[in-house]
């Protein structure tokens, strides 16, 4: 699409990377609520508050701003995943357990109506949207070796007894976890997360 009249953004009082912020982060969390299905591009410049056009100047459609909102969510939570994991000071557990215990209590502040975005639309969208359900594939994989690399460093140290390899344990761990979230989406209450925290320190790594 040509940058016309028709294509630039209408609200000269909001600078444009502001402009572009701004729909991503409201198009996030209307997507994250109520799916990337039920979310139009009208409900999501009407929530940010500028013209329709404004949409058009940085994504050519809907599918291009889910990309985007997929993109800046992964940006943020590597950045996430790294801080919490990458404290030398710190056991790797510890670590390990520390991001876990502040996801649930982040759950637990949001009333258990958020999760995680990255997996609510794996749900939706990875059984009819082959882009997408490679995209959302590539995230997954990126946080996976972000797990197995801290584990890998307790295991050095003998912090844990199971003898299965770690990107293997990454891979449970992501899989119990997002599930874990769903179920507590469903039951409104903290119990499946704090059940798989709890079985996956003492039973599946047997760590002390």
Same mark, same amino acid.
């Given at each position: 699409?040509s940058?016309?009249?028709?294509t630039?953004?209408?609200?000269t009082? @909001?600078p ?6 701004r ?9 994250n $609520?109520?799916?990337y299905?039920?979310t139009?591009?009208?409900?999501i ?7 329709k056009?404004?949409f058009?100047?940085?994504f050519?459609?809907?599918?291009d701003f889910?990309f985007?909102?997929i993109? @800046?969510f992964?940006?943020?939570? @590597?950045?996430?995943l %790294?801080?919490a =994991?990458?404290r030398? *000071?710190?056991?790797?557990l510890r670590?390990? *357990? ?5 996801g649930? $209590? %982040? ?9 995680c975005l990255i997996g ?7 059984? *009819?949207?082959?882009a997408f359900r490679a995209r959302?594939d590539?995230v ?7 797990f197995?690399?801290? =584990?890998?460093?307790? *295991?050095?140290?003998?912090?844990f ?6 990107p293997?344990?990454?891979?449970f761990?992501?899989?119990g976890?997002e599930? $874990?979230l769903l179920r507590?989406?469903v039951?409104?209450?903290p119990a499946?997360?704090r ?5 996956f320190f003492?039973?599946v790594?047997?760590s002390?």
């Open positions: 699409m940058l016309n009249a028709a630039t953004p209408h609200n009082r @909001r444009a990377a502001e402009t572009r912020e729909l991503l982060d409201v198009g996030s969390g209307l997507i $609520a109520q799916g299905n039920n139009g591009i009208n409900a410049v009407l929530a940010a508050g500028v013209p056009g404004s058009y100047y940085y050519s459609n809907k599918e889910g985007a909102v993109d @800046r992964d940006a943020h939570y @590597r950045s996430k %790294d801080v =994991l990458n030398p *000071r710190m056991a790797p670590r390990l *357990r520390g991001y876990l215990e502040t649930m $209590a %982040d759950m637990i502040k949001a009333d258990f109506c958020s999760g609510n639309l794996g749900q939706e969208l990875a059984g *009819r949207h082959p959302l590539q997954f994989s990126g946080w996976v070796d972000r197995a690399a801290c =584990l890998e460093e307790a *295991r050095t140290r003998g912090d007894t199971n003898d299965i390899a770690s293997q344990l990454a891979e761990l992501l899989s976890w599930g $874990a507590a989406k039951t409104h209450e499946p997360l059940a798989f925290i709890d079985l003492a039973q790594l047997r002390a």
